[in-house]
């Protein structure tokens, strides 16, 4: 039994002193960084922290992380990337799937995305630049609640695209949408006061080729411009 007893305790302190990242994905703490790198065959990173920045390097099965508060950094990504900050600027380098960002006050910047993206910030700019084929449907969502909206898309991507810009009655300065693909916009002329602080809006729709792909933008008090590659 004495044995038996010391085997077991030889077993626990062996296990405390392997790193997290040996005993797999799941990580979890409020440590103030949080580095780490996924193999290739390890299966997606995941990260839930109650605060802190999360930076991780790369993730080929994907990952999902989130924290309450901190910046998030993701280096290349494969399968999908479901990242979400409390407060806290998301940053993406290479995605070749789908996207899901979201921060409840900070910037968001995917620097190349080939797969679907949907970006959401309550205050802060959101960045996106897509890029490769377009054989298969990758929608785009991009909303901000108080920031300018900039997304870049390959020259021959198809896409049916809905903008809707507003800018309250006592926001600074002037806002406007700029495309370089001769979308039709429309300005409001009345105040809509149904949304609390006053606001008129700016709404921009257009077409390129098939329109496979949807693009829907929206943003408060921000720029939106939209370009091709």
Not at 64 to 93: P, Q
Not at 128 to 152: C, F, H, K, Y
Not at 167 to 177: C, L, M
């Amino acid at each position: 039994m004495k044995m038996h007893k010391a085997g077991v305790l030889f077993l626990l302190i062996l296990t405390a002193s392997i790193p997290a990242a040996l005993l797999g994905c799941k990580k979890s703490g409020s440590d103030s960084l949080e580095t780490t790198s996924g193999a290739s065959g390890s299966g997606p990173v995941s990260i839930q922290k109650m605060g802190g920045d999360i930076e991780v390097k790369d993730a080929p099965q994907g990952a999902d992380l989130s924290t309450m508060g901190g910046n998030i950094h993701l280096g290349n990504v494969g399968s999908f990337a479901k990242v979400k900050t409390m407060g806290g600027n998301i940053s993406i380098d290479s995605a070749d799937a789908s996207v899901n960002a979201t921060t409840m006050a900070g910037k968001i910047a995917i620097n190349q995305a080939s797969g679907p993206v949907q970006a959401t910030t309550m205050a802060g700019d959101i960045r996106a630049r897509l890029v490769g084929s377009s054989s298969s449907q990758r929608d785009v969502e991009l909303t901000s609640n108080s920031g300018t909206i900039e997304l870049t898309v390959p020259k021959d991507f198809p896409m049916d695209v809905r903008i809707t810009l507003a800018y309250t009655k006592n926001a600074p300065g002037t806002f406007q949408i700029v495309d370089s693909i001769g979308l039709t916009q429309q300005s409001s002329e009345d105040w809509d006061t149904s949304q609390g602080t006053p606001r008129r809006y700016i709404r921009a729709k257009g077409r390129v080729g098939s329109g496979l792909n949807h693009v829907v933008i929206k943003t408060i008090n921000g720029d939106v411009i939209l370009k091709q590659e």
